[in-house]
């Protein structure tokens, strides 16, 4: 969002569970894949999207872009969670550089910080639905701290960072890639992650809402490791399937239920403010993305619970995909790619 590029950049997600890098070729007007990668972080390394240990940090980052070895230094980040505040707002008929001047102020009387401590920026959507004669206007507010510590630890190693998007409509971008867009079909986006849900819901190109919620597969993960007092790195293997040595394979089953119980209702919370704001829409699907989308259950527990249609994403639907990379693993993390995916597509003045 804050800054804008023509050069070739790469996509690099930096969550808390893993790193992920995807470079892609673009020709006329289709994408190839043309790097990919992924690597595993320590516990602990990153908590609430801040890094709480750059050196194992920066360590993980060269090892995975000497593996990777992707072709440029250009790269674009992204950031959510506490720290992120988007905001739909309307302002009278304004140019784009007399909002320029305005938004420090605007910005400023929805932030639950000080306007000094923000980088901001904002995306004029149009002319209100609900108010004539005004704009609808998207601002986006990121902490620099936040924002500045990804920069800082990217340049450690000798990248560029050239943009800094929001995960949310990293997820987007790469969704409007992949899919068709069918005119006033409303689509609710989810990347499930080890510590955060990204949600943004979208309609026609244009992103209706976002949230960040704090939930993500540690909770399992941690609920797991608590009941059976066993190792966290345990407990993640028990919660991705593999057989549970001496554990009660039901009790296993009810806490993960439990959790999912969680993220489902805050679903339904997220549904419903959706539907307070925007009472003529109606959500046709919901699509997810993110390592946790694979969690057992959890797509029949939102059918059910839900009463929406709810599909698997795939990133690399339209993206020309050598062999080679599926040989090499690439099916084993594509589903969290998605962010990476996104931000690899950026390039200049797309806001
Ligand atoms: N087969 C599986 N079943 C259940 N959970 C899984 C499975 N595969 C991966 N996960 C979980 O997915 C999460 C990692 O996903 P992802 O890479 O999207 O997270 P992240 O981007 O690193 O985290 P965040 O952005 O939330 O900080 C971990 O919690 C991991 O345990
Ligand atoms: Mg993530």
Known sequence: MFFKTKK???????GSHSIKLIELKKSKRSYKLKTAGIKFLPKDTIIDGSIMDSTTFIDTLRSLLSEAKPSTKFVALSVSGQGVIVKKINVPFITEEELADAIQWETEQ????????VYCDFKILGESTEIQGQLDVLLVAAKKD????YQHAVREVGLEPLVVDIDAFAMQNMYELNESLSEDKV????NLGASFTNINI??????????DIIWGGNKVTESLQKNFAITFEDAESVKCGKPAEGLDINEVSTIIAQEIDNIVNEMQRTINFF????????IDKMVLYGGTAHLAGLIDALKNKLGLVVELGNPFKRIAVDDSFWNRGLQNYSIQTAIAVGLAIRRLGDR
Do not use: W
């Open 8 to 14: 070739e950049i790469f996509g690099l997600d930096i």
């Open 110 to 117: 929805y932030l639950p910080f000080s306007i000094q401590d």
């Open 146 to 149: 936040l924002v500045d510590d």
């Open 187 to 190: 689509v609710m986006l989810a």
């Open 202 to 211: 979208v309609k026609n190109g244009n992103s209706l809402f976002t949230r």
């Open 275 to 282: 539907y307070n704001s925007y009472p003529n829409d109606v």
